[in-house]
């Protein structure tokens, strides 16, 4: 994996200083990753979108790590101007909700333009905005390129976000609920359209996200985050053979079309999961 | 116990004119847990809002228990129909304690012993009597969609209307209040008809549900067909294998949305 590594991040903290005292969201996170989708699942409050934040430096939390670092650039303590030639550039982020993150005074096509500003081409900016629209599956580019925020639909908006994350041809996307606002039928088709991006732009994706469901049937590989820690690591198509308590009782109290269960299981916490050191489980066994 | 017959919803005029609701019918049996799914502006919401009286741009006929039901609602109407709704923080008044919040519907109603009252529902929420005394930003979600569970069992309705009760809340605290929904369905035998974009908890709730599509009935079926897939419009299959999942080549499939 290491050869094809393109983020490292090892030992991870995210801390708060709030008027009770420090907060600590995220504890000692570790991963690398490759050109792979790898997500992030956990409950409200897991840290798994302070994780994601603090990749890019955008939290308002103190950031200490070992090691996190996207290629060779370290990414801890960057200039605002190092971080210029990173952000939206090489990793960008897609955020949940179209509602809130496009601007509403912008049209999309000058919105897209914005995004791809910095990047150099060869195509006029327009034209390559429009490409990007035809990227994602929009059928009338032009008419979406002209368009209001508030014109578009929830799918439509989330589709022209991933449009000006694209302009720059990130290595690296970091999808923060990307579909949670999203119709289930509109859910799927956007991650088509992630899933595709990967595979043919050679891209990273950090896919985060509540839904273990959805993510066991999208990602390559999954973190469990409780308590501000990863739990569990594993293989995605392996996550019904969870071990971690937790991951266990998430898979057991949701409900499930196709299986019917009388009564929904009942997640009993553990205070202790979010103070054991993480469980790390290399492909192979247990410790 | 609930009667629709062709109802439609009007909302807006001129060229803003849109119909939520077309000509929809469906009758739920008392004692059943009946579900509505559909994506958004399918119009489910719109039909329940109708049926409790908080739309009033609506023609065709409604009736509950028998009685038809007119445009304006009477308070006995709604000592027999009670409504939850999906945000737990909009739902309930940020400045009320608990206590207050649940005495509203006791007041209005007329009733008295109402400490007695508010403490049993409490309980029956599995909630003790100290949180009569807090206000519900000190709750968690899962906490206030009791509250509002409560609110709405204070009155003993026959009928309560579940609207997306708990799509704002983590799975794991969905798996409660479902569970709470089930005991309380078991133990006083109300009716619920429950709108929910999420099929996995309509066949986990509802013996029955209906699938509406653009203020439509697409198709009604029982909650036991849905393990083996057998539903006969193409658009209620779409949705259930859309819910399974994700399926690179079976989002080629989806037919135009």
């Given at each position: 994996m290491t050869e094809t590594s393109i983020l490292d991040v090892q030992n991870l903290n995210v801390r708060f200083d709030t008027p009770k005292g420090e907060f600590?969201?995220?504890?000692d996170v570790s991963f690398t990753m490759g050109r792979e989708k790898l997500a992030i699942v956990g409950e409200s409050g897991s840290g798994k979108t302070q994780t994601g934040r603090a990749i890019l430096g955008l939290t308002q939390g103190r950031i200490t790590a070992d090691r996190m670092t996207f290629h060779n650039s370290n990414?801890?303590?960057?200039?605002p101007k190092a971080w210029r030639e990173i952000r939206g550039r090489r990793i960008a982020m897609v955020m949940q909700d179209p509602k809130y993150s496009?601007?509403?005074?912008?049209?999309i096509g000058d919105q897209l333009i914005e995004a791809g500003q910095r990047h150099v081409g060869t195509v006029s900016p327009r034209q390559r905005g429009l490409e990007m629209l035809e990227a994602v599956k929009i059928r009338d580019p032009l008419r979406v390129f002209r368009?209001?925020?508030?014109?578009?639909s929830g799918g439509m908006g989330q589709r022209a976000m991933i449009a000006m994350m694209l302009m720059a041809e990130p290595e690296l996307l970091i999808a923060d609920?990307?579909?949670?606002?999203?119709d289930v039928t509109v859910r799927l088709q956007v991650l088509a359209i992630l899933d595709d991006l990967v595979k043919t732009r050679n891209m990273g994706l950090i896919f985060i996200s509540h839904d273990l469901n959805l993510v066991r049937t999208f990602a390559d590989r999954v973190l469990i985050m409780y308590g501000g820690r990863v739990v569990e690591e594993l293989p995605a198509r392996d996550l019904y053979s969870a071990t971690h308590p937790y991951t266990r009782g998430l898979l057991a109290c949701a409900p499930e079309v196709d299986n019917p269960k009388k009564r929904l299981a009942i997640l009993a916490r553990d205070p202790a999961w979010a103070d054991a050191p993480p469980a790390r489980q290399p492909a192979g066994g247990r410790p | 116990m609930i009667d629709i017959d062709k109802l439609s919803v009007v909302f807006g005029?001129?060229?803003?004119?849109?119909?939520?609701?077309?000509q929809f019918s469906l009758r739920v049996e008392a004692g059943e847990s009946f579900g509505l799914v559909g994506e958004s502006g399918s119009g489910k919401s719109t039909v329940l809002r109708a049926v409790a009286g908080l739309v009033d741009t609506w023609t065709g006929d409604m009736g509950v228990d028998g009685a038809k039901l007119g445009r304006k609602r009477s308070r006995d109407f709604y000592a027999k129909v009670q409504m939850v709704f999906q945000d737990p923080f909009g739902s309930?008044?940020?400045?009320?304690t608990i206590d207050r919040i649940l005495s509203e519907t006791l007041i209005v109603h007329g009733l008295d012993n109402r400490e007695a009252r508010v403490r049993a529902v409490l309980e029956q929420v599995q909630?003790?009597?100290?949180?009569?005394?807090?206000?519900?930003?000190?709750?968690?979600g899962g906490q206030r969609q009791r509250i509002a569970i409560a609110r709405a069992l204070v009155l003993n309705p026959r009928i309560i209307l579940l609207d997306?009760?708990?799509?704002?809340?983590?799975v794991s605290i969905q798996a409660e209040i479902l569970n709470l929904l089930d005991d309380i369905r078991t133990q006083l035998g109300v009716t619920y008809l429950l709108v929910s974009h999420d099929l996995g908890v309509v066949a986990h709730m509802c013996n029955r549900f209906a699938v509406m599509r653009q203020g439509r009935l697409v198709e009604v079926a029982e909650s036991g067909h849905l393990g083996t897939g057998v539903l006969s419009h193409a658009y209620s299959r779409q949705l259930l294998l859309a819910s399974k999942g994700y399926d690179r080549a079976l989002v080629d499939t989806f037919s135009d949305l």
């Open positions: 600590h969201a995220v504890k990414l801890l303590g960057l200039s496009l601007n509403p005074v912008m049209t368009a209001w925020p508030h014109e578009l609920e990307p579909t949670s606002a999203l | 005029e001129g060229e803003d004119r849109v119909l939520a609701v077309d309930l008044h940020p400045k009320h909630l003790g009597p100290s949180f009569r005394f807090r206000y519900p930003h000190q709750l968690s997306e009760p708990t799509s704002a809340l983590d």
